[in-house]
Structure formats: C-alpha cells, structure tokens
C-alpha cells in the first residue's frame, strides 16, 4: 500500500493564506492584531519556536510583543509580565511558552491569562468551553490535526481514534476535538495495558507521547490513518514518535515529521491571534 502523506506544509500554506486575509480585512478596519509571547530561560527548543513564531507574525502583519526572561525568574516577575499583556489592548493574543522552568508554577501562569487573550487554548476557560462543545479558541496543535484531517477529507464520524498521550497540550483536547468529530475515541498513557492491541484496532492513530520512533508496524491496523505529533531531535535530526519506514506500507494516509503536524501548530497560533483580535474589536 503506499499512503498519502499528509502534508502539513500544504495546509499551514491554506490557513496562512485564509489568516492574511481576515488581517488585511482587520487592517483595513484600524486593527493590527498583536501577539504576546512570553519565553523564561534559554531551552533552545523553546527559544528556537519563539524566533520562528517571532517570523510567522513578521510575514503575515502580526504585531509580535515578545517578552524574554532569564531562567531565574520569580513567579512574581512572570505574573506582572502577564499582567501587564492583558493590561495592554495592542496585544490580542498571549502565549506562555511550555516547558517553564521547574520552579515556576504553570498552571498559575496560564490561568492570568485573560481567556479573550487565550490563544493557546489551555485555559481552564478555554478548555471547559471545549468539553462543553461551546465556540471558543482551541489548542494549536490539536485543532491543527483537525484541519489537516479535514482537508485531507479524513472520514471521522463512526471512525474508531486511538490517541497516545493525554497531556494538557494536545491529547486530552485532541480526544475531546474528536468526540465531538462523532469518533469513539480511546486516550491511551503509560499505564494502558497491551498498548499494541489497542493501537492496532484504530481507523485513526495519532501519537503525541514524545518518545522517538516508538510506534513500529506492530501498532498499525492496515489502512489506518497514522498521525505523528512527535517532535524529536536526536543525533541525525528531527523524528517523530513513528517509525515512517515501517509504518507508512501498512498506513492508508500518514503524516511526515518533519513537515507534518509541526508547521500546523504556528499556523494555528496565528490563526487564533486573528481570531482574538476579530472579537476584540467585535468584527468576528
């Protein structure tokens, strides 16, 4: 079987194409939309995701409030920092970028953001707007996978979806994008037992546990739609949590990494700043 490979270049491409154009209607209207993103510390990943973002907003029109602190920060510090993004109306959208240093509290950081500013979709707010299928912004990276199986004309509705990982970021918001999707959805973690039998009975598999080249031909049903939200950077590159080369003959559809779910993320991000900015000024 050879699979179609989901390509997350193309799709980010359409949303970024779809985002310009409500900015330039936003503009038009004497509103720049802006974005605030708050990095603490010197992860290279993380700083790396901020410079791209930081260009993201550069390429599209998005005015970029970038706020860098040292790792050493205080709670303090980091509170009047968001304190002072909700305070300032040129900023529509806050990003706390993940993972803080450990001896900051995340959860107090991203329940300060005001939930109108909430454009990584994971405050309490946002995430009970999500349980309870109200509208609202949604995590980045979930809502990705949900465009990218869209247009890629995934069918959903009575699918049987296994996710792998059920973090805050993406699986546990991802399930629940599905549930209302019409999927049976199954959230599998470190303590489900035969993981592989679980796995192999997906029409829809996605992986988002963070654990390089994992998912083998052994977790794969034929024909399923393989979708691979790991991002890993080891000695010869970035991989994901699938093994491409063994799964990709037994997968119907099949996402890259990179070049899969990664560049859906930021366009998502942006896509919600739109969004954000849109209800601010009440044009949405």
Same mark, same amino acid.
């Given at each position: *079987?050879?699979?179609? !490979?989901?390509? $997350? ?5 359409? #949303? ?13 209207? /004497? ?5 605030? #993103? ?45 304190? +002072?993004?909700? =305070?300032?109306?040129?900023?529509? $959208?806050?990003? !706390? ?37 109200? @509208? $609202?912004?949604? +995590? ?5 996978? %949900? ?15 296994? #996710? !792998? ?11 629940? %994008? ?23 009975? +997906?029409?829809?598999? #996605? ?6 080249? %994992? ?19 080891? @000695?010869?590159?970035?991989? $994901? ?9 037994? +997968? ?5 990494? @990179? =070049? /899969?779910?990664? @560049?859906?993320?930021?366009? *998502?991000? %942006? ?14």
């Amino acid at each position: *079987m050879t699979p179609t !490979i989901i390509d $997350g270049k193309l799709v980010s491409a359409l #949303v970024e194409r779809e985002t310009l154009a409500r900015i330039e209607a936003l503009t038009a209207a /004497g509103v720049t939309p802006g974005l605030g #993103v708050v990095l603490v510390g010197d992860d290279p990943a993380s700083e790396s995701y901020v410079n791209m973002k930081e260009r993201d907003c550069a390429r599209l029109g998005i005015t970029s409030f970038d706020t860098r602190l040292r790792a050493d920060a205080t709670q303090d510090g980091l509170d009047a920092v968001i304190d +002072a993004l909700n =305070g300032d109306p040129r900023v529509h $959208g806050i990003l !706390i970028q993940q993972p803080l240093p450990r001896h900051l509290d995340v959860e107090e950081a991203v329940a300060r953001v005001d939930p109108s500013k909430d454009v990584d979709g994971l405050h309490p707010d946002s995430l009970g707007r999500l349980m309870r299928g109200l @509208p $609202g912004l949604r +995590a980045c990276t979930p809502a990705g996978v %949900m465009r990218m199986l869209q247009e890629y004309g995934v069918t959903l509705s009575g699918a049987r979806a296994v #996710v !792998i990982g059920r973090s805050l970021l993406v699986g546990r918001p991802l399930a629940m %994008m599905l549930l209302e999707a019409d999927c049976t959805v199954t959230c599998c973690h470190s303590r489900t037992v035969d993981l592989r039998s679980v796995c192999r009975e +997906a029409d829809l598999l #996605v992986s988002a546990i963070g654990r390089p080249g %994992m998912i083998g031909a052994g977790f794969v049903k034929k024909g399923a739609v393989v979708i691979d939200v790991g991002i890993n950077r080891t @000695p010869g590159g970035l991989v $994901g949590d699938v093994d491409f080369e063994a799964v990709a003959p037994l +997968a119907s559809a099949i996402t890259p990494v @990179p =070049g /899969g779910v990664g @560049p859906m993320t930021r366009a *998502m991000l %942006m896509s919600n700043t739109v969004t954000a900015a849109a209800l601010a000024a009440g044009a949405a």
